[in-house]
């Protein structure tokens, strides 16, 4: 079995290790609730070919607009 580690990596490219422990996260999570707010929960569903476009790039979306003729 392989053991798993965490770190976090910086632009610089140094690594430090992860030391954010679960209890951390989960009052950050509440704080931030707390303080923004959680909205109410749905679902949705998935949309693959709405995905491919949202991750099309900002090229290709612009002169496909350019081609249909839309306005921005």
Do not use: I, N, W
């Amino acid at each position: 079995k392989r053991e798993h580690s965490r770190e976090e990596v910086y632009a610089t490219g140094d690594r430090k290790p992860f030391t954010l422990t679960h209890e951390q996260a989960l009052a950050f999570a509440r704080q931030a609730a707390k303080e923004f707010g959680v909205g109410e929960s749905k679902t949705v569903p998935f949309e693959k070919e709405r995905l491919k476009k949202d991750l099309a790039p900002k090229e290709k979306k612009a002169r496909k607009k350019a081609d249909s003729g839309e306005k921005s």
